[in-house]
């Protein structure tokens, strides 16, 4: 299978430590079984505001990210959970203030197994 490009909400650039909302960056990887490689960062405008949500934001937060098979954060609501899947992106929380690198390989091989289903 080729490579799959995802998304990661990271604070720090280690660890997946970010909630969706919150994030301000993507850090954007090409993962295949042969290689973790950085493609770029992606700047965002900020989702959440307390108790509710930019939704222009959100807007534009889908669309930098639409490239993407799927994003790993280290929360995300229901709501941006929704909308992630209907474009196609697949909100990933499992990996929540773990290693990116590892993290990637582990989210990689869950999805290839996922697709081949």
């Known amino acids: 299978m080729s490579s799959l490009r995802i998304a990661v909400a990271s604070k720090d650039g280690i660890s997946i ?13 090409d993962v295949s079984t042969e290689a973790v490689r950085f493609v770029e960062k992606r700047d965002v405008a900020l989702y959440c505001h307390g108790h509710h949500g930019d939704q222009t934001a959100m807007k534009d937060i889908l669309q930098t990210i ?11 609501g229901d709501g941006p959970a929704e909308k992630l899947a209907a474009i ?15 993290s990637l390989n582990a989210c990689y091989q869950s999805l290839t197994e ?4």
């Open 17 to 29: 430590n970010q909630h969706f909302g919150h994030a301000r960056e993507f850090l954007i990887f």
């Open 66 to 76: 639409s490239d993407c098979r799927a994003v790993m954060v280290a929360k995300v």
């Open 88 to 102: 196609g992106v697949t909100p990933v929380d499992d990996y929540a203030y773990l290693g990116i690198s590892e």
């Open 114 to 117: 996922q697709e081949a289903i």
